[in-house]
């Protein structure tokens, strides 16, 4: 695996990769890789001749009083973990490499950023979109693979993958959870061991949505469940609702019947310090949720 640090050498190696006909695949990333971001890597592997995986702390997605400075990073192991993979190439810039002095564009979508995270982290999804669009255009990939975990990232790429003609398909993974079904993410690494298992009242409180939609289906009020997914998860210690909506999983718009479509999205706070996000389908027709690993 080679580690890259620099746009030009980046564009160089793919460049060649190309004339050669190969299919390359490509991870973003912000780093502190775990067994999720590593089954996305392995996804890439399976579609794509080589995989280009992106570790990069985008500052511009951060907002005031978010954990830029505090966001996990360790180069060394993640790109231990990134070789054992079979990851092709790992890169790494800096922060003024990918926004040099004088940088000022800015790629931004009307509605699919409206709700859910967009709502409360206003100028994230401008600050997701605008990386990304810069590491596709630097990468030139064939394919790229993001996680659904983050769902209305994924659906803000596809977007703008089609708005803007980028010439490449994404694919989405499902969600990858630890043994007790908290979906894996780098920022679990801020909770003690305490506030882990209070965390768990986002899976839960999933579970318990779709037990609901499967004995009541569609007749099941779509604002008398979300009532009930807030009381659960505001009775757990240490944890208050940031948003608890369901929605249409193309639009991302609020769902006014639950259909097979729909969403359930939520966002907990955790002792006021970590973010947690995690979704899941209700379809009438399925029971558990059926990620946990």
């Known amino acids: 695996m080679r580690l890259v640090q620099k746009n030009d050498e980046l564009t160089h190696i793919v460049a060649a990769w190309r004339a050669e006909g190969k299919i390359i ?66 890169f790494a810039p800096a922060v003024a490499d990918i926004y040099p002095a004088g940088f000022q564009t800015c790629v931004s979508l009307k509605k699919l950023t409206q709700g859910l995270c967009g709502a409360s982290r206003s100028g994230h999804f401008d600050g997701v979109a605008t990386v ?26 596809r977007q703008m993958v089609k708005d803007l003609n980028f010439n490449l398909e994404i694919f989405g993974h499902p969600i990858v959870r630890e043994s007790d079904g908290l979906a894996m993410s780098s920022r679990n690494s801020y909770l003690n061991k305490e506030e882990r ?38 009775a757990t210690p240490t944890c208050a609702v940031d948003y608890v909506e369901i929605v249409d999983k193309e639009t991302l718009l609020p769902s006014e019947y639950i259909e097979k479509n729909s969403l359930m999205a939520l966002a907990v706070k955790i002792n006021n310090r970590v973010r947690l996000i995690d979704n899941a389908l209700l379809d009438p027709q399925e029971g558990a949720l059926p990620d946990k690993k």
């Not at 695949?25 to 080589?50: C, I, N, R, Y």
């Not at 400075?69 to 990851?87: F, I, Q």
């Not at 099941?220 to 997914?229: M, R, S």
Request: glycine letters at 8%; aromatic letters at 8%.
């Open 25 to 90: 695949g490509l991870v973003p990333t912000m780093g502190w890789f775990h067994q999720g971001h590593l089954s996305l890597m392995e996804m890439a592997g399976s579609k794509a001749d080589k995989v280009v995986v992106s570790l990069f702390i985008n500052p511009i997605q951060f907002g005031q009083g978010e954990d830029l400075s505090t966001y996990p990073y360790d180069l060394g192991r993640d790109m231990r973990l990134a070789e054992k993979t079979g990851v092709d190439l790992l």
């Open 132 to 157: 990304v669009a810069k590491l596709f255009n630097l990468v030139q990939p064939h394919l790229a693979i993001f996680g659904e975990k983050d769902y209305q990232q994924l659906a803000v790429i």
């Open 197 to 234: 298992q209070h965390a768990l009242c986002l899976y839960t409180s999933l579970q318990y949505a779709k037990e609901q939609v499967k004995k009541a289906g569609s007749k099941l009020p779509v604002a008398t469940l979300t009532e009930e997914v807030r009381r659960i998860i505001n």
